[in-house]
């Protein structure tokens, strides 16, 4: 079973929506949390990094929230825009050495 | 000006053959490494480089040898090459080891082995 999970898979919102995706993990110990937003056919580029300590974190439209007792984390878009459509991918580090990434979640924006 | 480039992007072969995925970084970091994402887009961690010293090297057939000749380039050659390795490989740079920190990621190259 992977240490992070996604949810959901993919979805569909109408520009100007908002969305929240969901990640929880069972990573431990926890060292920090990223968002990655991945434009299809390029790298992933890093939206936020959160530590043990800090509970949300924005960046522009996108912000991600965490919840380090219960091991979960959310990111929300707000205003959603055509170019929010990516895959969004929960990465987790233990320590230095180990790093445990989501499957994505694929979001579409519609016009 | 491109942070992290790799070349070839795309990259078709047949079985057997040994390619080479060329990865250079001019963000001036000391730590590089490759990645794999599979057709269900999970990344998987395959090397890590500090200053041209391997220093992670996850589960990886040995058909797979990276390459640094200077802390800006590393570089992925595959011998063999399988069905299975099929991929999007991806190589990303770090200021400083350790993969807590933030990871600059290239654009990836899809390989196809046919």
């Known amino acids: 079973k992977n240490q992070v999970e996604q949810s959901p898979q993919s979805l569909i919102i109408l520009e100007g929506k908002n969305c929240t995706l969901q990640?929880?993990?069972?990573?431990?110990?926890?060292?920090?949390l990223r968002w990655y937003k991945q434009d299809t056919g390029r790298g992933p580029v890093s939206l936020t990094i959160?530590?043990?300590?800090?509970n949300t974190k924005s960046n522009g439209r996108y912000t991600a929230t965490l919840d380090a007792d219960t091991k979960q984390s959310s990111l929300h878009i707000t205003a959603s825009q055509l170019s929010d459509s990516a895959s969004y991918i929960c990465?987790?580090?233990?320590?230095?050495?180990?790093?445990?990434f989501g499957a994505g979640t694929t979001v579409t924006v519609r016009a | 000006d491109t942070a992290v480039s790799q070349t070839p992007k795309y990259l078709v072969t047949q079985m057997g053959n040994d390619k080479s995925i060329k990865c250079e970084q001019n963000?001036?970091?000391?730590?590089m490494y490759w990645y794999k994402q599979d057709s269900k887009k999970f990344l998987k961690i395959m090397f890590s480089?500090?200053?041209?010293?391997?220093?992670i090297n996850e589960t990886v057939p040995n058909r797979f040898s990276p390459k640094s000749p200077d802390k800006a380039h590393l570089n992925l050659h595959i011998n063999s090459l399988e069905l299975g390795d099929s991929a999007v490989y991806f190589c990303?740079?770090?200021?400083?080891?350790?993969?807590?920190?933030?990871?600059?990621f290239g654009p990836g190259t899809r390989l196809t082995v046919t």
């Open positions: 990303a740079s770090s200021p400083i080891v350790g993969l807590s920190y933030e990871q600059y």
């Open positions: 990640c929880n993990y069972t990573v431990s110990p926890f060292s920090n």
């Open positions: 959160m530590t043990f300590s800090e």
């Open positions: 990465v987790v580090s233990e320590g230095d050495y180990k790093l445990s």
């Open positions: 963000l001036g970091h000391d730590t």
């Open positions: 480089y500090n200053n041209k010293e391997l220093i």
